[in-house]
């Protein structure tokens, strides 16, 4: 495939029509008109084959890179679950729709339907609507613009300080070939851990809270269809809370219909404990795919570098749930956990859930330490280095 680097932001905008926004109208098409599934094949054939394409070019910058495959990839999950696992057309419903179906509606008002439906990940409003998501917002349409403005400058204020933290560390701008961060003391890996992960949550709030921003400023929405994109840090006391609270809900219902999906192929009973544990891993194994896509972007070595560890989560998750079963069960001779004041299982919940955080997160940070990650800038301007600069210039002219 041809290698290419795109040297402006109107290259960037036109990459983001040509392998985001076009496809999506005619994905719209295809589920507005109800197309027959040899016509959706065709299209899902076509589609990949264009995002394949897309995936091929570069822009120099790792976390671009990535960030633009591992989107590209959410987007070829998300249409063949769009084509083949669900029938929007026919099942989902807005709560503006009044019970009406949208085959009474114009084409063009059907396309944008459908381009609404397809792209309302956490599908805020709408019957498919996922568990989990935030109680919209109660703020008036001022007071909201004055919030989310904040958090879209802190969100970049995060980004920009993980930048520079992650270029004046040794371990992330001069990786040593096959150094783990395993080999660095727990206070280290825990630092390591927690800027790596802020990476993924500053940029999703920054673009999630400037969309969010822009559509409420312009009376394109109301500030009741933007909650929050993350849920309250206060439940990420166990793995699976902070995956199934905590974390953004984006991908859960395409995760959960491929995992729905996986256990009636396996032949399991719906709702039996063999089927909710294939449902669990196979959402994480669809997760590790699509970011396995990113990592193809950064060189065909390395792609699959950070599938194990979303393959480790769910036997996290086992662990916990076998770990509170066996105090919970009636038979149960030993000590019961339930007997532990809440405060005190809160505490030893958020000290588990850090440390396998902390413990999981090398098979994902070493991978991308080594491919250079940390050498690279994540946002455009640096605040933070402009002041740093700027307070050691002073400090020079005083001495």
């Known amino acids: 495939m041809e290698y290419t680097t795109p040297k402006s932001e109107v290259q960037t905008l036109l990459f983001s029509i040509r392998y985001i926004f076009f496809p999506a109208v005619l994905l719209a098409c295809v589920i507005a008109f109800r197309c027959p599934a040899w016509v959706r094949l ?91 998501v935030p109680s919209p917002s109660k703020m008036n349409r001022y007071m909201f613009l004055g919030c989310t403005a904040l958090r879209v400058v802190t969100a970049y204020l995060l980004l920009d300080i993980v930048q520079y933290s992650m270029q004046a560390t040794p371990f992330f701008n001069d990786p040593q070939p096959g150094t783990s961060m395993r080999s660095y003391s727990h206070a280290h890996q825990l630092f390591y851990m927690l800027i790596c992960f802020s990476i993924p949550y500053g940029a999703l709030r920054f673009y999630y809270y400037t969309g969010a921003f822009l559509a409420v400023l312009t009376g394109y929405s109301s500030q ?29 219902r395409h995760g959960t219909s491929f995992g729905k999906t996986a256990a009636k192929l396996f032949g399991a009973r719906p ?41 480790l989560q769910p036997f996290a998750i086992l662990f916990e749930e076998l770990f509170i079963f066996s105090f919970l069960h009636p038979k149960a001779q030993t000590y019961h956990i339930c007997s532990l004041p809440s405060p005190t299982k809160r505490f030893l919940g958020y000290i588990w859930t850090l440390s396998w955080f902390t413990y999981s997160s090398s098979w994902y940070i070493d991978p991308i330490a080594q491919a250079g990650f940390g050498k690279d800038d994540i946002v455009p301007f640096s605040v933070v280095r402009s002041v740093v600069r700027l307070v050691h210039r002073h400090g020079r002219t005083n001495l």
């Open 224 to 252: 009741e269809d933007w909650p929050d994109l993350f849920g309250s840090w206060f439940d990420a006391y166990s793995v699976r809370n902070m995956w199934g609270k905590t974390w953004h809900q984006m991908l859960r």
């Open 271 to 311: 709702r039996s404990t063999l089927s909710l544990i294939i449902q669990l891993f196979t959402a994480f194994l669809v997760s590790g795919i699509m970011h396995s896509f990113g990592d193809y972007t950064v060189g065909l070595r390395n792609i699959g570098i950070t599938l194990p560890f979303f393959v």
């Open 42 to 132: 065709l299209f899902f054939v076509w589609y990949t084959g264009h995002l394949l394409q897309g995936m091929s070019l570069r822009t120099g910058n790792t976390w671009f890179d990535y960030s633009n495959g591992s989107t590209l990839g959410g987007e070829l999950m998300k249409i063949f679950y769009l084509l083949f696992l669900v029938n929007p057309a026919r099942d989902w419903s807005h709560d503006s729709d009044a019970g009406k179906s949208i085959d009474s509606r114009p084409w063009w008002k059907r396309i944008y339907w459908c381009l609404c439906a397809a792209y309302t990940m956490r599908g805020v409003g709408w019957n498919y609507q996922v568990p989990g």
